[in-house]
T-cell receptor, first 118, second 115 residues
Framework: DAGVIQSPRHEVTEMGQEVTLRCKPISGHDYLFWYRQTMMRGLELLIYFNNNVPIDDSGMPEDRFSAKMPNASFSTLKIQPSEPRDSAVYFC????WGQGVSGANVLTFGAGSRLTVL | AQSVTQLGSHVSVSEGALVLLRCNYSSSVPPYLFWYVQYPNQGLQLLLKYTSAATLVKGINGFEAEFKKSETSFHLTKPSAHMSDAAEYFCAVSATNFGNEKLTFGTGTRLTIIP
């Protein structure tokens, strides 16, 4: 198993540009989570999906952020327009259905996408 | 709602010394608790988890944690620190009821090992 795959690993862009981060979860994992990590705020949950359906997006900072999961093997996090304060490492993580229901989520994280907005 | 508080954003110990990283939780329902480790430029990896079976949980790399309900704590320990333990450690909590599967992380503790 290749694990959770995120792309790009690094992205440098200018303020106002659109940014799209991509995630491929582990096959068979029904839950997918997007987290953002910064020095100031630590790890913040942005949104999570169950069976491709968004369950909780209360952590999405504002309307500039959107996330989709068109199928079980792919998710995107889009920022449009991007701002310097969006600079962070964005992590995608997944976990299987059974663990999700029982609550004992063992998340498998991707390596992260480091975003720098100039 | 669930939350965790990690006491000490930075901890330094000598190689071979005891490692103790503190975590206190708050949860309105019986919690599941986790410790994750993050090495530089990598994602988080699970060290160990508490799921109400045994209160003393053993994880990878010689780490263990004890769930103490009376103290609402889940401190992480390792008897003898190794240089390879230098990393950032995160405590996390999730609820045990359906619909509250999300993990809430603490702010992390950076562990430095002194040769």
């Amino acid at each position: 198993d290749a694990g959770v795959i995120q792309s790009p690993r690094h992205e440098v862009t200018e303020m106002g540009q659109e940014v799209t981060l991509r995630c491929k979860p582990i096959s068979g994992h029904d839950y997918l989570f997007w987290y953002r990590q910064t020095m100031m705020r630590g790890l913040e949950l942005l949104i999570y999906f169950n069976n491709n359906v968004p369950i909780d997006d209360s952590g999405m900072p504002e309307d500039r952020f959107s996330a989709k999961m068109p199928n079980a093997s792919f998710s995107t996090l889009k920022i449009q327009p991007s701002e310097p304060r969006d600079s962070a490492v964005y992590f995608c993580a997944s976990t299987p259905w059974g663990q999700g229901v029982s609550g004992a989520n063992v998340l498998t994280f991707g390596a992260g996408s480091r975003l720098t907005v100039l | 709602a669930q939350s965790v508080t990690q006491l000490g954003s930075h901890v330094s110990v000598s190689e071979g010394a005891l490692v103790l990283l503190r975590c206190n939780y708050s949860s309105s329902v019986p919690p599941y608790l986790f410790w994750y480790v993050q090495y530089p430029n990598q994602g988080l990896q699970l060290l160990l988890k508490y799921t109400s079976a045994a209160t003393l949980v053993k994880g990878i790399n010689g780490f263990e944690a004890e769930f103490k309900k009376s103290e609402t704590s889940f401190h992480l320990t390792k008897p003898s620190a190794h240089m390879s333990d230098a990393a950032e450690y995160f405590c996390a909590v999730s609820a045990t009821n359906f619909g509250n599967e999300k993990l809430t992380f603490g702010t992390g503790t950076r562990l430095t090992i002194i040769p």
